[in-house]
């Protein structure tokens, strides 16, 4: 499958790329260069005809560009660059886009249990407000032309632990880099999407019953490998 | 400020008596007589008694709802358990929505760290983890006074702070006994209901989430109920009964 | 051919009862409780839901208990029948060793999600008003007996409850969020015949218009297998020349 994946130099695409360039033939771009001197393409989501160029010949598009905070480009490149996405998409015949955003549950849902497709609340900020209109754009698209969308949406992400960690309970809806790469290549494969569009909170900690993955389960398939909450045990018994 | 104190009669209600006694006017409610001193105001009524509920609540700037119950229930269990439901949950209501409707700001509940009991010792728990609340009606009526608050803290003007307590023991009581990882100073529970009043002293208009929630409980060497989110309210345990854990 | 199971049914008199029983009446042994008359003059036993013995008498060699009694507005009342009604069926449920329970309430979506979409899973957010909060508390309850005891217990909530329409309604858009008895009968049979529920306990909000994209029913659906047996909002089409 022919990828082509925006936001290659960001927080998360540096991470993401090297667990799916084995089984992907992935085009990686951005308007950063690499961090680790990796050869990528120049590409600037603001620009519709950079978008639809390098999205020639593409069965899927992975969309992990944002900006969190500047009053201008957040909605240039979040909001519109999403929109651009989505319209080379249709244009080109491409069926499947993988979007990315930040969560929008914790503020209003971090006393509620069993948390899982509840209206988001971003609140005001650039960011948050931003990525929501994205992600309306992108359900317009999946209605109007069957492009099947899967959103990842995030609080954390990180390396998964190496060794336990004492005194501290698990961090709240963060996903470990090792599962967002399963996460991605479950939406790749997923043939259809229920409604066309869906959106996940993605995380690698069970425990809390807070912030629910029985829909990440049940239509991609995904689960905590393994159970990160399992680093955050309190030592029991002998130890102290 | 003039604040109107809850469960005064329990040994809860006396240590946060002593912990703010001086700096504020206090009116201590119980259903049960109290000897107090001749500033604080006192009030011997049931929470469900509206009349009396609404005479309490004028000229009151902060309600501190311990949430302990009375001191004289039925001795029959059936007539025990409903009796605390009635007053932890109807007796909160009159409470809070009588609060709001006088006007006051600021609301602070006492809930329990017993609504995590059944979790197994090797997890730690903070504030994100779901209570699970057993029909024993002490614990379980103390969670739905606690549900109840927060429905105030959605509809009106009013911060709402529920302290989730643990188990309530003076250090100097218990100095033979072996530690209980829920154990909590009344002292310090009651610097807690004072950080818990400051939580929404600022004036500006994003000052604060109207509800929030924190976990209250000493530090043993190898805590299970973690309190660092309490140190947003200027929580920090003073007894966290040394002399007890050293011996184990 | 096997005996029909035995219902308790709290609250025959009231607003869904008299509409509800009659579908079941047919499938289940049925004992009707209430503390008012039927108002179509059925017999039936009078049972006051705050007083716990005659719960637990009138639950004696029952198989499941249905709990549709309510009040909606008495600051007391609102809370014994309630709230402390709830207990007294959960209670009585385990002393009894009853497995099945059908409780009911409003939904709480409504008021803040009415500018939202595909609302299926919504934490429960009541707010304080006195019928509220009090089936709020109630539903907390029988989480707690349903985990504890493994007492199956499935929660309906409505906002609106009605006849099916008779003629196509016309220049009105269908109300949102309500369901018609028909579906209501359905969804009780398919709640008492179910094994168990996920976790022992689950609540829907239930309706029998498909169209808005609103309130879903996937859960539902998934779970119970339920689907209105006739999309209402076929009745509020507008007239066009096709």
């Given at each position: ?8 130099s960001g ?20 308007v ?35 900006n ?8 240039h ?139 990440a ?24 | ?5 809850t ?18 006017q ?27 509920v ?61 609504l ?66 829920m ?65 184990v | ?18 509409h ?95 500018h ?24 907390e ?59 022992n ?10 169209g ?14 339920y ?5 209402m ?10």
């Amino acid at each position: 499958m022919k990828v082509l994946f925006l936001g290659a130099s960001g927080l998360i695409g540096p991470h993401l790329t090297p667990g799916l360039v084995d089984d992907y033939d992935l085009r990686l771009t951005d308007v950063k260069e690499h961090p680790d001197g990796i050869e990528v393409e120049h590409l600037d989501i603001t620009d519709y005809t950079q978008v639809l160029k390098a999205a020639q010949g593409m069965d899927a598009i992975m969309n992990f560009t944002v900006n969190r905070s500047d009053a201008d480009l957040s909605f240039h490149v979040n909001t519109c660059g999403a929109w651009h996405v989505m319209r080379a998409a249709a244009e080109l015949g491409i069926r499947k886009v993988v979007h990315s955003g930040p969560q929008a549950v914790r503020s209003l849902y971090d006393h509620d249990f069993d948390v899982d497709q509840v209206p988001s609340r971003p609140s005001t900020g650039l960011y948050g407000t931003t990525k929501l209109l994205s992600a309306e754009i992108c359900r317009a698209y999946a209605r109007a032309h069957g492009i099947q969308i899967v959103s990842f949406l995030f609080n954390g992400l990180h390396d998964a632990p190496t060794e336990p960690i004492t005194g501290r309970d698990f961090p709240v809806m963060s996903v470990v880099w090792a599962d967002l790469i399963q996460a991605c290549r479950q939406a790749l494969e997923l043939e259809s999407v229920p409604g066309g569009y869906q959106e996940f909170n993605l995380h690698s900690h069970l425990g809390h019953e807070k912030y629910s993955l029985e829909r990440a389960r049940e239509i991609l398939g995904f689960e905590p490998r393994p159970n990160m909450a399992e680093f955050y045990r309190r030592p029991v018994g002998e130890v102290v | 400020m003039r604040i109107l104190l809850t469960g005064a009669a329990s040994p809860l209600g006396r240590a946060i008596t002593d912990e703010l006694g001086e700096g504020h006017q206090l009116r201590l409610f119980d259903s049960e007589p109290i000897e107090a001193d001749e500033r604080h105001e006192v009030v011997t009524a049931s929470l469900t008694d509206a009349t009396a509920v609404w005479s309490a609540v004028r000229d009151i700037d902060a309600v501190l709802h311990t949430g302990e119950p009375p001191a004289q229930l039925p001795s029959d269990e059936l007539a025990r358990d409903q009796q605390l439901l009635d007053e932890a949950t109807r007796g909160t209501h009159i409470l809070c929505k009588a609060a709001v409707e006088a006007g006051v700001k600021r609301i602070v509940y006492g809930s329990s760290l017993d609504l995590f009991a059944p979790y197994p010792e090797d997890v730690y728990i903070s504030e994100m983890w779901k209570p699970l609340p057993t029909p024993a009606m002490a614990s379980m009526s103390r969670y739905l006074g606690e549900l109840t608050c927060r429905e105030f803290a959605r509809d009106f003007h009013v911060s709402v702070t529920a302290l989730r307590l643990g188990m309530l023991v003076r250090e100097d009581e218990v100095a033979e006994q072996a530690p209980d990882l829920m154990w909590l100073d009344p002292r310090d529970a009651a610097r807690a209901f004072a950080g818990a009043l400051q939580r929404d002293t600022s004036e500006s208009p994003v000052w604060s989430r109207r509800w929030a929630l924190y976990h209250i409980c000493s530090l043993p060497p190898n805590p299970k109920y973690l309190v660092s989110a309490a140190a947003g309210i200027g929580f920090e345990p003073q007894h966290n009964f040394a002399a007890n854990w050293k011996s184990v | 051919m096997a005996a029909k199971k035995k219902v308790l049914f709290l609250g025959a008199s009231g607003l869904i009862g008299p509409h509800l029983t009659p579908g079941l009446m047919d499938d289940y042994d049925l004992t009707l409780t209430d503390v008012k008359d039927h108002p179509d003059g059925i017999d039936i036993d009078h049972v006051d839901v705050t007083d716990y013995e005659q719960v637990l008498k009138a639950a004696q060699g029952m198989d499941a208990i249905m709990n549709f009694t309510v009040v909606r507005n008495d600051p007391d009342l609102s809370f014994h029948v309630n709230t402390r009604g709830a207990l007294h069926v959960m209670k009585a449920a385990v002393e009894l060793g009853i497995g099945k329970v059908v409780h009911s309430g409003p939904e709480s979506v409504r008021n803040h999600c009415d500018h939202d979409f595909d609302i299926d899973d919504m934490p429960f957010q009541p707010g304080p008003g006195y019928y509220m909060a009090t089936k709020m508390l109630s539903r907390e309850i029988c989480q707690v007996y349903a985990r504890t005891y493994d007492i199956q217990t499935v929660c309906y909530l409505f906002n609106g409850l009605s006849a099916p329409p008779e003629a196509p309604v016309v220049g009105a858009d269908f109300p949102p969020f309500t369901i018609v008895w028909p579906d209501l009968v359905q969804a009780c049979k398919l709640a008492l015949e179910i094994e168990s529920v996920p976790g022992n306990y689950q609540e829907f909000n239930l309706h029998s218009h498909v169209g808005q994209g609103k309130f879903g029913l996937e859960r539902a659906h998934r779970i119970l297998g339920y689907e209105p047996i006739r999309n209402m909002a076929e009745f509020y089409r507008r007239p066009t020349d096709a």
